[in-house]
């Protein structure tokens, strides 16, 4: 296992910034949101004060784990949970690439163990478990250390009766680990069933994009759900989505477009989420 | 059911798979001497005829076992996917007494896709979920080719509440090729409605007996799959994505459908030594399309037995239990590591 040796020699501390490097920074979407983001070229400093919201037209540009946790949490607060839980290469998966191999890669690159980060920390004053899933590892894809470090945060959370908040942004489940990857959404989705036993509030927020295994499983199982203006959000994924042989109506998998339909509470700017967070939390269960 | 014994070839056979081009030739071999036996016995018997029969009988049987014993994962794929193969509503025919089905999910509309109801099943009642495909064009299409949408699993739902009403055991009868994707299966809501069926399964305080008949294919097979006990008939698939699907992506092309099936780890005898399921259901020589009677009965004698099983748990042990092995799932590394 080259790569846990890799972690061991301190890749950690090399690891590369999600975000594009220089100056300047042009506001355009990646991957399903390409289509989104006005063009124009930003000052990065004015962009990063502003959260990675463009100034001009709104447009969310699509921020890691560490800066949700950032914007989330109360300064110097986060203490990192589970870090020793990492993606491992059960069914020695090897398609054009050796997944053992990419998950190696994907820590080098991001200086984690697996798309999932989860903190304890203060919102507010506010004591809270904190997850946030990162589309920089295995494009945020639910696998077995993910799913075990979500299990582990909920029961965190139950244990010192904090509520819970989790990040999405995945791209679904991971194929490398297949079945074990599936299961994943059972686990979670069950851990949160006993978790909704004890009238702590669970807030999901869903960022772009939520697709697949995610969406169907702790995602759309929050007491509140919070969603990213523009935040594309489906069970369907690109792929699949590639095949509906059907007009997408305009703004489809959107997040107004779930708000229209009822499958999320607000649709919330990032730079409003803390305080959105802090007051849902305090309103349903004050201190 | 009861009939004088029927041999094969006085049914239709079932369209052959494509690794089984030998097995058709002995068989054609088989009908057309039988044929001219038939002829023949009119005007007198010929004992060596008979037996010449016998003899490719015998080899024709010993040929289908080799075959059927050292099927890859891309062939079990096509015996799952079989036409002829058994669906829920054909188990349900075989194995239940006084199912009543009962439609819709109460919301929206009634998913033909998903079939549920109650029924009698060897001295129990029990509710039923399954997802049903079509054998004719019609058939399929009513069907959508057993992808149910939200209205399917939000039925499913109803009925398994209906269950822990009333203290009947959920039999869920797996097979299907995926949700259904679309605009109007996310317009209302399809992965909220498998989302829900995971939390609400999860603790279900009745039994829940999950049987994969077929393919268990992403979060439209575990939307009815989450359970107590998770049997698997021996030439199913379940997994996260389809052996194409997962091809697409990271072969960048279909036809790499069979090392995905391979790589993906998909049959029961592989998901049994994962601990991801339960029990692996055998079948009969040659797949549960070829004789429908006989693979029900042994689904059915496997079902009793875990519902026996259940019957014993205290209801919550039952969830303790159930919800203990579904944490205990997935495989990672547990390291320490250097602080950053
Ligand atoms: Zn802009």
Redesign the interface.
């Known amino acids: 296992?080259g790569w846990?040796d890799a972690?061991?020699a301190?890749f950690?501390?090399n690891a590369k910034k999600a975000i594009p490097d220089g100056v300047w920074v042009k506001c355009e979407g990646k991957g399903a949101d390409a289509q989104l983001g006005c063009g124009k070229t930003l000052y990065r400093r004015d962009l990063e004060e502003n959260l990675w919201v463009c100034p001009s037209c709104g447009f969310h540009m699509r921020i890691g784990a560490h800066a949700y946790l950032d914007l989330l949490l109360d300064e110097g607060t986060a203490e990192?949970l589970f870090?020793?839980?990492?993606?491992?290469d059960?069914?020695r998966?090897?398609?054009?690439k050796r997944y053992g191999d990419q998950i190696l890669e994907d820590f080098r690159r991001t200086?984690r163990?697996?798309a999932f980060m989860a903190v304890s920390g203060a919102i507010c004053g506010r004591p809270f478990a904190v997850g946030a899933m990162d589309f920089s590892f295995r494009g945020g894809s639910l696998?077995?250390?993910e799913?075990?470090k979500i299990?582990r945060l909920i029961g965190f959370a139950q244990e010192r009766g904090v509520p819970l908040v989790i990040v999405s942004q995945s791209g679904g489940?991971?194929?490398?680990?297949?079945?074990?990857?599936?299961?994943?959404?059972?686990?979670t989705?069950?851990?949160?069933?006993?978790f909704?036993e004890t009238s702590l509030p669970f807030i999901s927020i869903l960022t772009s994009p939520t697709t697949?295994?995610v969406?169907?499983?702790?995602?759309?199982?929050g007491d509140v759900i919070l969603a990213e203006p523009g935040a594309l959000i489906?069970?369907?994924g690109a792929?699949?989505?590639e095949?509906?042989k059907?007009d997408?109506?305009p703004g489809?998998?959107r997040a107004e477009f779930l708000l229209e339909?009822?499958?999320v509470d607000r649709v919330v700017d990032r730079r409003n989420l803390k305080e959105e967070v802090a007051r849902l939390t305090n309103v349903l269960a004050p201190v | 059911m009861n009939a004088a014994p029927s041999s094969q070839q006085h049914k239709p056979r079932p369209a052959p798979l494509d690794f089984e081009a030998e097995l058709v030739k002995l068989e054609d071999r088989i009908t057309d001497m039988r044929k001219w036996a038939d002829e023949y016995s009119k005007t007198g018997q010929d004992p060596a005829i008979a037996q010449e029969i016998a003899r490719l009988e015998a080899r024709a049987n010993e040929m289908r076992a080799t075959i059927y014993r050292n099927l890859t994962h891309w062939q079990r794929v096509q015996v799952a996917r079989h036409r002829d193969r058994p669906y829920t509503l054909d188990y349900i025919n075989l194995l239940m007494e006084d199912f009543s089905e009962l439609h819709g999910d109460r919301h929206f509309a009634d998913d033909a896709a998903m079939v549920c109801g109650i029924a009698r099943f060897r001295g129990r009642s029990v509710a039923l979920v399954g997802q049903q495909k079509g054998r004719t064009v019609e058939e399929r299409i009513k069907r959508n080719w057993g992808m149910a949408g939200p209205e399917g699993y939000r039925k499913a739902l109803r009925i398994m509440k209906l269950a822990e009403k009333f203290h009947l055991p959920v039999i869920s009868l797996v097979d299907t090729p995926g949700?259904a994707?679309?605009?109007g299966?996310?317009?209302?809501?399809?992965?909220?409605a498998?989302?829900?069926n995971?939390?609400?399964m999860?603790?279900l305080q009745t039994p829940i007996l999950v049987a994969i008949i077929g393919e268990g294919a992403?979060?439209g097979a575990?939307?009815i799959?989450?359970g107590d006990r998770v049997l698997m008939m021996e030439n199913c698939w379940?997994?996260?994505?389809s052996p194409e699907?997962?091809a697409?992506?990271?072969?960048?092309t279909a036809d790499?459908k069979e090392?995905?099936a391979a790589?993906?780890?998909?049959s029961a005898q592989?998901?049994h030594a994962?601990g991801?399921i339960d029990e692996v259901v055998p079948e009969p020589v040659g797949g549960a399309h070829r004789a429908p009677e006989e693979a029900a009965r042994i689904l059915g004698d496997r079902l009793e037995e875990n519902l026996n099983l259940l019957a014993a748990i205290p209801p919550t042990e039952l969830l303790e239990r159930?919800?203990n092995r579904?944490?205990a799932?997935?495989?990672?590394?547990?390291?320490?590591?250097?602080s950053?």
């Open positions: 296992m846990l972690w061991k301190g950690a501390r990192p870090e020793t839980v990492m993606s491992a059960p069914l998966f090897k398609a054009e200086g163990g697996s696998g077995s250390a799913g075990e299990n489940a991971r194929m490398q680990e297949a079945a074990l990857s599936l299961m994943q959404m059972a686990k989705s069950a851990r949160l069933a006993e909704a697949g295994g969406t169907a499983s702790f995602a759309m199982l489906g069970f369907a792929r699949v989505r095949t509906i059907e997408l109506p489809f998998q339909h009822g499958f | 949700a994707p679309g605009v299966a996310e317009e209302r809501g399809q992965a909220e498998i989302a829900k995971l939390f609400e999860s603790r992403s979060g575990l939307g799959g989450v379940y997994s996260v994505i699907g997962c697409q992506i990271l072969w960048r790499a090392q995905a790589a993906m780890k998909i592989d998901l994962l991801l159930r919800r579904l944490y799932y997935g495989q990672w590394e547990e390291r320490e590591v250097a950053r």
